[in-house]
Structures are given as C-alpha cells and as structure tokens.
C-alpha cells in the first residue's frame, strides 16, 4: 500500500510538472544558483537520497527507472514510513516536479502566507531560514547546515505538516 502511494505520489509530480527549469539557492551566502532542468529530476532525486539520506541507488536513466528502484527499497512499513519522508524531503528542498502555475491566486496567496509564518517561526527557533517570495513560495531549507534529524522538529513545531 505505502510503495504505491510513493509510486503514486512521484507520478503525481511528475504529470503535473511543467516544461520550466527550477532554480535553487545552493547557499544562502552566495548568490550562485543552479537550474535543474526537469529530465534531471530523477538524477538530483536519486542523489539527494544517496548523499543526504544514506541510500545506495544506482542514477536511473529516467523517472521510470526510478519509480521501480524506489518501489523495491523497503521491507516493511517503518522503512517504508522513512523511505516516503526521504522522497519527500528531497522533493522539497531541491523543488522538484513543483509547479506553481498550477495553482490558482487564492491559493499561490495561502502557500506564500503560511510559509512566511514557517519560515518565521523557525528563525525564532534558531535556524536561519530567508523568506519565501511570491514567485518561490517554499521555504527554501537548502543552505541550512543542520541535519535533517535536527530540523524535522523544528518544522513539525512550527506547525509543518507533511
């Protein structure tokens, strides 16, 4: 059930997504960004769960590719429980299969608000985090040089819901 709801969740994104290139920040003191072009996604997915969370996969060729590797990770419902929050976190800080277009103003407005709120609440917890802008309204976790392990609290206490 939960491997399908990854496998479901990755093709969700990977439907909605448009045709335009995203662009991170990759530290928050330099100006330097990088544009990840959407065929890329699955490499910067796979990489990110390598490096940042301990994975071993191999770089897929494609999203399809991927979709398979990720669906035969996990043994149980812990790991697949760990293995969704994995993908999703890497999703979120490396903005991928994410498309503002395709929400209407109402809610581009009500994204942008809570996130200020977030963003907000974990500078008074202590993490420097910039605010989102109207045009990138994620709250942009990448330059942060705390572990994943530290900063999951923080969000969950500000409020964050997954």
């Avoid at 301990?54 to 398979?68: R, V, W």
């Avoid at 979120?92 to 299969?97: A, G, P, R, T």
């Amino acid at each position: 059930m939960k491997k399908t709801n990854i496998l479901f969740f990755i093709l969700f994104f990977n439907i909605c997504s448009g045709s335009e290139s995203g662009v991170i920040s990759i530290s928050e003191n330099t100006t330097t960004t990088e544009i990840i072009n959407e065929e890329d996604y699955p490499i910067v997915l796979a990489n990110c769960l390598n490096e940042e969370m301990g994975y071993n996969i191999a770089t897929p060729f494609d999203i399809q590719d991927l979709k398979s590797t990720i669906s035969q990770l996990s043994n149980n419902k812990k790991e697949e429980s760990q293995l969704s929050e994995d993908v999703d976190f890497c999703i979120s800080k490396y903005n991928l299969w994410s498309d503002s277009s395709f929400l209407n103003p109402e809610e581009l407005a009500k994204v942008y608000d809570e996130n200020l709120e977030l963003a907000k609440c974990l500078r008074e917890k202590g993490l420097n985090v910039p605010d989102p802008t109207q045009q990138e309204p994620k709250v942009d976790l990448s330059g942060l040089k705390e572990s994943r392990d530290d900063i999951m609290p923080l969000l969950q206490e500000c409020g964050w819901q997954k």
